[in-house]
């Protein structure tokens, strides 16, 4: 097949604005941007993430109205994080793609060999002053929100833990399980998390597109069903109502990393599309051509101009809940 022009990088819109969270920075765990809010009745310790990626301010947002509306749980402890606040100093509406990380993604270090290494870097030193408090969190909800067209959905790694705690939340409608980047791990697959001889369990929210309204809508849903669902808090205005959707759950069987600089997908999928026929051609790594290995292909989080060596598309297909 002949190469395929790489399509022109989209001017993206920003429509929010980056929330002030200087209020919270200091926080009350000995972790800057971490606060911790305690019932003091015996309970599970949840944790609600945002900022893993410094531009992905949908979901810093949500936490500040959160603590600023005084959510607190009725039983356990719920911590609120902003992770990534280096990069997220940086980041400008002007140029809102530059300030994913300084260094290296935080949200792929997160490996006991990697974290224990003499490797130094911005995100993996800021990795290695939460991971304390990582280490006590029983429930984690890592929220994030995607690049490129998509529907939402909630990742939640291989382990059947997570896989309910997914399906428990209740939204969005789609769950997947997967394997996660070559790249390397996820704060969902750090062994705490992934390790299927733990009670403790996690998922990863990709809420919608960066810098959309209805991304911050589909957060505070989640995040409502979710805190529901564990039985951690009373009703609260701050938090939509919770309502169950039909959930689909589906698993991916392959990660198609891009093996070369002229990775390009034969037309602009969208994250959710359904690729009917098994062997159809969707994309071209230089001289290789990419094809659904089976009917029904769900493309998971496509992105459309992906580096070498990072993920293009995950391959997912239905299966049973």
């Known amino acids: ?89 940086r980041f400008d509406a002007r140029q809102p793609t530059a300030s994913r990380f300084i260094d290296e993604d935080l949200n792929r270090v997160w490996d006991a060999a990697v974290l224990d290494s003499a490797r130094r870097s911005t995100e993996l030193n800021r990795a290695r002053e939460i991971r304390p408090l990582i280490d006590k969190v029983d429930v984690l909800f890592d929220l994030h929100s995607m690049l490129w067209p998509s529907d939402p959905l909630i990742l939640c790694g291989t382990s059947s833990k997570g896989k309910r705690l997914a399906l428990g939340a209740g939204s969005p409608p789609l769950v997947v399980a997967d394997h996660g980047h070559a790249s390397g791990r996820r704060m969902i697959d750090y062994a705490r998390f992934a390790d299927e001889t733990t009670a403790c369990a996690a998922s990863l929210l990709e809420a919608g597109q960066h810098w959309q309204q209805a991304t911050v809508d589909t957060m505070l849903t989640s995040i409502a069903g979710l805190l529901h669902h564990l039985d951690l808090i009373a009703p609260h205005p701050a938090l939509p109502r919770s309502a169950r959707q039909q959930q689909r759950y589906a698993e991916v069987t ?10 390009a997908f034969v037309q602009p999928y969208r994250g959710g599309d359904v690729i009917p026929r098994r062997n159809t051609v969707i994309a071209v790594d230089g001289e290789t051509t990419i094809r659904t290995p089976y009917d029904n292909c769900l493309l998971i989080m496509p992105s459309l101009r992906p580096s070498r060596g990072h993920t293009a598309v995950r391959l997912a297909r239905f299966a049973e809940a």
């Open 1 to 89: 097949m002949s190469p395929i022009a790489q399509p022109p990088l989209p001017s993206f819109e920003v429509r929010l604005t980056a929330p002030d969270i200087r209020r919270w920075l200091d926080g009350n765990t000995g972790i800057r941007g971490f606060t911790t809010r305690d019932s003091g009745v015996e309970g599970l310790h949840v944790a609600l993430l945002a900022l893993s990626h410094g531009n992905e301010i949908a979901g810093a947002i949500v936490l500040q109205r959160l603590l600023e509306s005084g959510l607190a749980p009725k039983r356990g402890r719920l911590t609120f994080g902003f992770v990534n606040l280096a990069a997220f100093e």
């Open 254 to 263: 392959m990660a198609i990393t891009a093996a070369s600089s002229n990775f």
